[in-house]
T-cell receptor
Framework: ETGVTQSPTHLIKTRGQQVTLRCSSQSGHNTVSWYQQALGQGPQFIFQYYREEENGRGNFPPRFSGLQFPNYSSELNVNALELDDSALYLC??????????????FGSGTRLTVV | GEDVEQSLFLSVREGDSSVINCTYTDSSSTYLYWYKQEPGAGLQLLTYIFSNMDMKQDQRLTVLLNKKDKHLSLRIADTQTGDSAIYFCAERGFTGGGNKLTFGTGTQLKVEL
């Protein structure tokens, strides 16, 4: 059973640029959630994808968007990058929108630095 | 809205027990989780407890839930240096059509020899 894999592991971008982060969900999981973890903070919920549609969103602006593919993998896109977007971005996969007791399996994250 | 609070630091000696505390606000939370994060790594699920339980034990880990006070604790018995990490509690809540986790700010556990 494979876990959650994220790519790339590290990324440096310039303010104003756009970035795409990728996530492959754990085998058997059909739901993907994205979290932003700023330095010294707990992860903050960005959004969740289920059946290729966004079905829940946290307090993040529209320049944060995503996709889910038929194989349940997902992308997080951030447009017009700001310095405050520098963070660890975590992908979590789950079964049935996180409704089961198993909870969520997290990837190791993508460390994004905006300069 | 949901809010989860934890103390920031805890230092213990190797072999002692560690107790990490957490308070949450969403009384409708059905599951509460404890995650561990080592430097530069993602989150590792340690254990969880369903809201109709008071206690759950899993090897060295004991979770206590006081639903009336919305207080959750994680006890690690015989703490080892490998337990040094940041520990997050999280409550599962609803968002739109699905679920989300709301995390605390994390408690950094330092285990000294």
């Amino acid at each position: 059973e494979t876990g959650v894999t994220q790519s790339p592991t590290h990324l440096i971008k310039t303010r104003g640029q756009q970035v795409t982060l990728r996530c492959s969900s754990q085998s058997g999981h059909n739901t993907v959630s994205w979290y932003q973890q700023a330095l010294g903070q707990g992860p903050q919920f960005i959004f969740q994808y289920y059946r290729e549609e966004e079905n829940g969103r946290g307090n993040f602006p529209p320049r944060f968007s995503g996709l889910q593919f038929p194989n349940y993998s997902s992308e997080l896109n951030v447009n017009a990058l700001e310095l405050d977007d520098s963070a660890l971005y975590l992908c979590a996969s789950s079964l049935e929108q996180g409704a089961t007791s198993d909870g969520y399996t997290f990837g190791s994250g993508t460390r994004l630095t905006v300069v | 809205g949901e809010d989860v609070e934890q103390s920031l630091f805890l230092s213990v000696r190797e072999g002692d027990s560690s107790v990490i505390n957490c308070t949450y606000t969403d009384s409708s939370s059905t599951y509460l989780y404890w995650y561990k994060q080592e430097p530069g790594a993602g989150l590792q699920l340690l254990t969880y407890i369903f809201s109709n339980m008071d206690m759950k034990q899993d090897q060295r880990l004991t979770v206590l839930l006081n639903k009336k006070d919305k207080h959750l604790s994680l006890r690690i018995a015989d703490t080892q240096t490998g337990d040094s990490a940041i520990y997050f509690c999280a409550e599962r809540g609803f968002t739109g059509g699905g679920n989300k986790l709301t995390f605390g700010t994390g408690t950094q556990l330092k285990v000294e020899l």
